[in-house]
């Protein structure tokens, strides 16, 4: 079965500093792997996406994660905080093929103080 | 265009009394899912329309909860005869609908949160 796991329940950064919210996966077959992020009372908006190629996918607002196969991890980067950066991310996994649904690991919260 | 909306936004109920919720998905997209968000908790997927193939059913968690969809247009989540344990945030997303389905870039609406007493 598909599953995401997202070990941090917080993450706590100084503005300026880079930071990373970790997600490792597990799937059967290949990956097709999200970054969202959700402000408070909010929906989620997407923030990048890794579906084949360049392990380094760039997204919004200055995001990047890496997809490492071996280690079945897709963390986010940022090289420099923002306190605005603070909210809920959440990382999520569709097995290749048509299915639809997404699973989403239990979300990080980033907290980036001043 | 516009997002994803959904309303009501907020939707306080009695225990046993039926709701509904509505999606309007963005223009173009093809197909529409529901999620549902626990107080801090991820998203448990629902259900899935893609265009007019039978609906993917399986993350109804029981027989109180349905789904329509007009088309490709509105979508309306019902819960039937509700339970405290349905209160959450009842979040839809829509895609273009691409082939494979896994490459899709879902987008969310605001959610309408529900509170069962």
């Known amino acids: 079965a598909q599953s995401v796991a997202q070990p941090e329940d917080q993450v706590n950064v100084a503005e300026g500093n880079p930071l990373t919210v970790k997600c490792t996966y597990s799937v059967s077959g290949n990956p097709y792997l999200f970054w969202y992020v959700q402000y408070p009372n909010r929906g989620l908006q997407f923030l990048l996406k890794y579906i084949t190629g360049d392990n380094l996918v760039k997204g919004s607002y200055g995001f990047e994660a890496e997809f490492n196969k071996s280690q079945t991890s897709f963390h986010l980067k940022k090289p420099s905080a923002l306190v605005s950066d603070s909210a809920l991310y959440f990382c999520a996994v569709r097995e290749g093929g048509n299915t639809g649904k997404l699973i989403f690991g239990q979300g990080t919260t980033l907290q980036v103080k001043p | 265009g516009a997002g994803v909306s959904q309303s009501p936004s907020n939707k306080v109920t009695e225990k046993g009394k039926d709701v509904e919720l509505r999606c309007d998905p963005i223009?173009?997209?093809?197909?529409l899912y529901w999620y549902r968000q626990r107080l801090g908790q991820g998203l448990e997927f629902l259900i899935y329309f893609q265009g007019n193939s039978a609906p993917d059913k399986s993350g109804l968690p029981s027989d109180r909860f349905s789904a329509e969809r007009t088309g490709e247009s509105v979508s309306t989540l019902t819960i039937q005869r509700t339970q405290q344990e349905d209160s959450a945030v009842y979040l839809c997303a829509s895609s273009f609908g691409f082939r494979p389905a896994g490459t899709d870039t879902q987008y969310f609406g605001p959610g309408t949160r529900l509170t069962v007493l």
């Open positions: 223009s173009g997209h093809t197909a």
